[in-house]
Antibody
Framework: EVQLVDSGGGLVQPGGSLRLSCSAS????????MHWVRQAPGKGLEHVSA????????YYTDSVKGRFIISRDNSKNTLYLQMSSLRAEDTAVYYC???????????????WGQGTTVTVSS | EIVLTQSPATLSLSPGERATLSCRAS??????LAWYQQKPGQAPRLLVY???KRATGVPARFSGSGSGTDFTLTISSLEPEDFAIYYC???????????FGQGTRLEIK
């Protein structure tokens, strides 16, 4: 079964740090770029970060640049998001997501983790 | 950044009716557009990719159309399980600037 399992969320004080993990199974993890997408309570979806299949290229939305680091360990089929200097506005459910894009086609975000909740509050 | 604007914000229909959801992009997105369904407490589910291709396992009553800047998701005859929030999404190749529409809530009338 193709699956992503998110973990690592919790309650953290403003200015604190947290590391999210995402364990992949059922597909060839090393072949795909991966993403983190978040959803604040009662709000829509926001793309946070992406990493290429070999981990050599990364992308961050402006609001998390310099505070979040995305990484992956292809030997462990695991994606990470190291979050630091956390703010109240980072409170959200964080989803690990797989998608696929070719030279002339986009195949969508076809596999999502179940989400892990991050709450930033004193 | 490409902005996706979905309309209407809320759509109230009855089972058996046809639903038409719109997604307009601020710039051409080259059919790198997808639609997702999200139910309360669940992760989003991919419905349509490449603007018009149904994802694996998605019922035939769901169809996507459009090109350039104007896209539509149509549900031909609503089933009770279709009442949910629907998002459109686009991405560029690299850097992967990905944006989502604000969502359309499809509710039972």
């Amino acid at each position: 079964e193709v699956q992503l399992v998110d973990s690592g969320g919790g309650l953290v004080q403003p200015g604190g740090s947290l590391r999210l993990s995402c364990s992949a199974s059922g597909f060839s993890f090393i072949k795909y770029g991966m993403h983190w997408v978040r959803q604040a309570p009662g709000k829509g979806l926001e793309h946070v970060s992406a990493i290429s299949s070999n981990g050599g290229s990364t992308y961050y939305t402006d609001s998390v640049k310099g505070r979040f680091i995305i990484s992956r360990d292809n030997s462990k089929n695991t994606l990470y998001l190291q979050m630091s200097s956390l703010r109240a506005e980072d409170t959200a459910v964080y989803y690990c997501v797989k998608d696929e894009i070719g030279d002339y086609a986009y195949y969508g975000m076809d596999v999502w983790g179940q989400g892990t909740t991050v709450t930033v509050s004193s | 950044e490409i902005v996706l604007t979905q309309s209407p914000a809320t759509l109230s229909l009855s089972p058996g009716e046809r639903a038409t959801l719109s997604c307009r992009a601020s710039q051409t997105v080259n059919n790198y557009l997808a639609w997702y369904q999200q139910k309360p407490g669940q992760a989003p589910r991919l419905l349509v990719y490449g603007a018009s291709k149904r994802a694996t396992g998605v019922p035939a009553r769901f169809s996507g159309s459009g090109s350039g800047t104007d896209f539509t998701l149509t549900i031909s005859s609503l089933e009770p399980e279709d009442f949910a929030i629907y998002y459109c999404q686009q991405r560029s190749n690299w850097p992967p600037e990905i944006t989502f529409g604000q969502g359309t809530r499809l509710e039972i009338k």
